[in-house]
DNA sequence: TTAAATGCAAAGGTTTTGCAACATC
DNA sequence: GATGTTGCAAAACCTTTGCATTTAA
């Protein structure tokens, strides 16, 4: 047992209902990520899985957290070309991220407000619509 | 001379008026982002320079593209962690991104649009804010 | 002439992949 | 026992960097 708020047996429910199988590497992967609001890199959440369970690997935790926004659990953020955030809240929400720190932080939803439909052509359906307010410390 | 509908003397007059040197390189780098609207990577951007002047190399073409984006002569674009994607196009607009092709199409500012203003945290200053609008093909 | 830009090739970092070993149901 | 997952290391990918050479003013 770890510090996690988040269980194990959360963490499998989790994953029964996106309709993945349980092993012991996604339930130390999903306590990571699910403990509390975060947005981190790959190696970021790696590093975090390590000190719970020493036994997972890079490649499993890349696979795995692709795997998992593919269900939907998570979302990728794409705040800069060289490395993918993962963000573990789901529900709508916008994004702040600062260029100089790399930090991210989250808008809610009626701060910032995207107004309209986008006229998609046809045969395209609506994925996600994701806003990014880039942002910088004083004097650049 | 090439095809090219935007002139060299054109790109000269954009460079000096963003107060850079001008080069052979540059200018070919110029011409190829602004005879149209375009949305490129830099590698594109590359085979497109190298069929007006195959001797650009690809290192001047990643560091000038990065020179322009700093010039704010050209806008990066985000859509895919492992490729930047350059916008030619810098007055406010947004983006809609197929995911399943890759191709990048602009979004007219009053199609979409962002209401509010996001609280800035004291000490930080608004840099840009990017909508990307992802969509897929039909039937996932 | 002199400072700056370029080209080449090598390094850098993140992410993916192939395959044997293993765990899960 | 059968299928799917994992680990390891290597490969792949895009981008940046160091340094000698060349170019522009």
Redesign the pocket.
Known sequence: MNAYAYASSDAIACLRQAG???????IEIARALFSAPVHL???QIWAKVLEASP??????V???L?LFSEKRMIRELFVD????VYDSTTTPHHHLYNIDTGEVRDISDDELRVIGEPRLPAGLVLDEIDVIVRVRNRAA
Chains 1, 2 share one sequence.
Do not use: L
Request: overall charge positive; aromatic content about 4%.
């Open positions: 993945i199988p349980v092993t012991h590497q996604r890199s790959a190696d036994d997972v690997s890079r490649a499993t890349y696979n795995t692709r070309p060289q490395r993918v």
